[in-house]
Nanobody
Framework: QLVESGGGMVQAGESLRLSCAASGFAFSSVEMSWIRQAPGSEAEWLSAIATGGRASYTSDSVKGRFTISRDNDKNMLYLQMDNLKLEDTAVYYC?????????RGRGTQVTVTS
């Protein structure tokens, strides 16, 4: 099970930290990703992190603003989002695996206002 939290409504330029609590599987052995989906748009793969946390991928659209991390002792995945922009408004999901295709949680809404 994957449960996202930490979303909300913020102004442009502010920060949010999303969390994903994982359970029911060997979290430390699974690569993890974050994706987002805005209304009427396809899901966008944002970032991924290897099992040990040292290797990661971040899409060009959020590079320099978003940082993925994980705590294998707590079975937690995080996404630190800085300098948020209006176009970051979407539902954010954590996903099992390296890529956007795996099992995802229910998501957390992020709304960025001007």
């Amino acid at each position: 099970q994957l449960v996202e939290s930490g979303g909300g409504m913020v102004q442009a330029g502010e920060s949010l930290r999303l969390s994903c609590a994982a359970s029911g599987f060997a979290f430390s052995s699974v690569e993890m990703s974050w994706i987002r989906q805005a209304p009427g748009s396809e899901a966008e793969w944002l970032s991924a992190i290897a099992t040990g946390g040292r290797a990661s991928y971040t899409s060009d659209s959020v590079k320099g603003r978003f940082t993925i991390s994980r705590d294998n002792d707590k079975n937690m995945l995080y996404l630190q989002m800085d300098n948020l922009k209006l176009e970051d408004t979407a539902v954010y999901y954590c996903v099992k695996g390296w890529g956007p295709w795996g099992t995802r949680g229910r998501g957390t809404q992020v709304t960025v206002t001007s």
